[in-house]
């Protein structure tokens, strides 16, 4: 497989997967708020406005996404369960991009080798 395919293909693999880490991640937000164990609370919004199901599936995705990534704008909080939810997601996405790299050298070190040498 040539390089270029390679990384064009590695780039999709790890869209996909934070994608669907977040997305678990979101569904388990929204469990959670249907449960009345924890909500996400948005500071920018009406309480009214909070309460549509729409607004409940964005709030927990944009939450989700700026929690795996460590970003954390302040604009949303957790209460609840949800804190410990995103105490282990931020745990997965610190650890994440170093698993991916580790993976990479343990198990293809022949690519590196070679490629080195170019």
């Known amino acids: 497989m040539r390089r270029k395919?390679?990384?064009?293909?590695?780039?999709?693999?790890?869209c996909f997967l934070y994608i669907s880490v977040a997305s678990i991640f979101s569904l388990m937000y929204i469990v959670s708020d249907f449960l009345n164990l924890g909500c996400i609370i948005d500071h920018y919004s009406s309480s009214l406005h909070q309460h549509q199901f729409l607004d409940?599936?964005?709030?927990?995705?944009?939450?989700?996404?700026t929690?795996?990534?460590?970003?954390?704008?302040?604009?949303?909080t957790p209460f609840g369960i949800s804190k410990g939810i995103a105490i282990i997601e931020s745990l997965i996405g610190y650890v994440l991009p170093y698993a991916i790299v580790i993976n990479y050298i343990l198990y293809n070190p022949k690519f590196f080798r070679k490629n080195l040498h170019k």
């Open 5 to 14: 395919t390679m990384m064009i293909y590695n780039i999709l693999f790890l």
């Open 67 to 76: 929690t795996l990534f460590s970003v954390g704008y302040g604009d949303l």
């Open 56 to 65: 409940l599936f964005t709030r927990s995705f944009y939450f989700s996404i």
